[in-house]
C-alpha cells in the first residue's frame, strides 16, 4: 500500500517561506500524481497544487499561483512545496495526496487515493 508522510509545517509571519515535502513508499508503478490539498478548521478540504510523477506537469490553485511552487525528486520519492509571501488566508493542514494510475496532475480531491496525515502551517503576525 501506498504511505504518504508530510514534514516542513510550522509558524511563519504573514510575507514569510515554508518548504514543505512529502515522502511517498509504496508505488508500484511510474504512472501516478503526488499533491497538496489544505483544509482549515471549519472549511472544506481544497487542492493547493500537484505534480505528475510520470511526466512533471502540475497544476495551482489560482489563490497560490505565482507564490507557490511545487517540485519533486523521483529518486526520492519525495514531492516540495515552496511556498512564498504566505498569507493568514493561508493557514490550514497541509495534506499531501495521491492518484494512482495517471499521466496527470488533475488536483481533483475526488481522485484521491490516497492521503497524509497533515501537517500544521500558520501564518500569523
Known amino acids: 500500500q501506498v504511505q504518504l508522510v508530510e514534514s516542513g509545517g510550522g509558524l511563519v509571519q504573514p510575507g514569510g517561506s515554508l518548504r514543505l515535502s512529502c515522502g511517498g513508499s509504496?508505488?508500484?508503478?511510474?504512472?501516478?500524481?503526488i499533491g497538496w490539498f489544505r483544509q482549515a478548521p471549519g472549511k472544506e478540504r481544497e487542492g493547493v497544487s500537484c505534480?505528475?510523477?510520470?511526466?512533471?506537469?502540475?497544476n495551482y490553485a489560482d489563490s497560490v499561483k505565482g507564490r507557490f511552487t511545487i517540485s519533486r525528486d523521483n529518486a526520492k520519492n519525495t514531492v516540495y512545496l515552496q511556498m512564498n509571501n504566505l498569507k493568514p488566508e493561508d493557514t490550514a493542514v497541509y495534506y499531501c495526496a495521491a492518484e494512482i494510475y495517471t499521466l496527470q496532475a488533475k488536483c481533483d480531491i475526488d481522485l484521491v487515493d490516497y492521503w497524509g496525515q497533515g501537517t500544521q502551517v500558520t501564518v500569523s503576525s
Open positions: 509504496g508505488f508500484t508503478s511510474d504512472y501516478y500524481a
Open positions: 505534480i505528475s510523477s510520470a511526466n512533471g506537469s502540475t
